[in-house]
């Protein structure tokens, strides 16, 4: 018997927005991932099997061969830094920006040492590193909005989709970190030895995540109207 494909998947809206592309590769779980109690979800398409796990997990299951392909955000990825991995697909979904965002009128004078919160330890390092600003990075795992409300930093490195979040709490975008979507990533060791089956389900899923003419159709409709 051959060896499975394993895919992981990051839960949550991740998850949602790949299952209609992984079905358009016959990969459809044989139980709904959002109410099996299964850890591994046999799939439609022979030889593939899904995992279903938090998303900060998804990377290193696939650096050690416990998965041989992921789907994960690249905001996931930076932190991660991608010892083992390719990254040969972006998906085009779960797309947002990772922003630093903060308080309007906060303080943010050149000299002054900022208390920066976020769950992107890493990617936040980087940034404020290649402005030559020193900065104190304060690790939160989560509700990263709350934290210059309460005094705990001055401003926020996070994830921004429509704004709405920031805007709810008084809060305004700064500059942009990253610009984030959702990347398949495959194992080093499995892209060699399995390489003709990775390459193949590749194939597909750019195939499935390329834009309609449908979708184009409507995006350069919806552009027309922007200038009106
Ligand atoms: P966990 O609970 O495992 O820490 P999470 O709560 O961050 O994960 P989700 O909110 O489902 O889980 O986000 C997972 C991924 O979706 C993120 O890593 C990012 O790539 C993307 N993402 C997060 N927020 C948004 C957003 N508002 N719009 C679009 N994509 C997003
Ligand atoms: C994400 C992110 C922001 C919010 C941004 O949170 O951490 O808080 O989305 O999206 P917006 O700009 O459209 O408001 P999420 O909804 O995933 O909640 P969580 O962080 O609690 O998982």
Redesign the pocket.
């Given at each position: 018997m051959i060896e499975p494909l394993t895919i992981a998947v990051?839960?949550?809206?991740?998850l949602q927005e790949s299952l209609p592309l992984l079905a358009q590769a016959g990969i459809v779980p044989v139980e709904d991932p959002d109410r099996s109690r299964r850890l591994i979800l046999p799939t439609g398409r022979a030889g593939v099997r899904l995992v279903v796990i938090?998303?900060?997990d998804v990377p290193t299951y696939v650096q050690y061969g416990a998965a041989d392909l992921g789907i994960?955000?690249?905001?996931?990825l930076l932190e991660h830094g991608g010892a083992g991995l390719y990254e040969p697909l972006d998906l085009g979904i779960?797309?947002?920006r990772m922003m630093v965002a903060g308080l309007p009128d906060a303080a943010r004078e050149p000299g002054i040492r900022l208390r920066v919160a976020t769950?992107y330890v890493a990617s936040t390092r980087r940034y404020f590193a290649a402005q030559g600003r020193q900065v104190e990075i304060i690790k939160l795992?989560?509700s990263m909005e709350l934290a210059p409300l309460v005094g705990l930093a001055d401003c926020i490195v996070d994830?921004?989709?429509?704004g709405g979040?920031l805007k709810a709490n008084g809060l305004v975008p700064l500059d942009l970190v990253a610009e984030?979507?959702?990347r398949v990533i495959v194992n080093k060791a499995a892209m060699k030895m399995k390489h003709d089956r990775v390459k193949a389900l590749l194939r597909e899923l750019e195939e499935a995540a390329r834009p309609s003419d449908r979708d184009r159709r409507s995006r350069r409709h919806a552009g027309a109207g922007e200038g009106r």
């Open positions: 990051s839960k949550g809206r991740i938090r998303a900060a994960t955000g690249k905001d996931v779960a797309r947002c769950k795992y989560g994830l921004v989709d429509t979040t984030i979507s959702s």
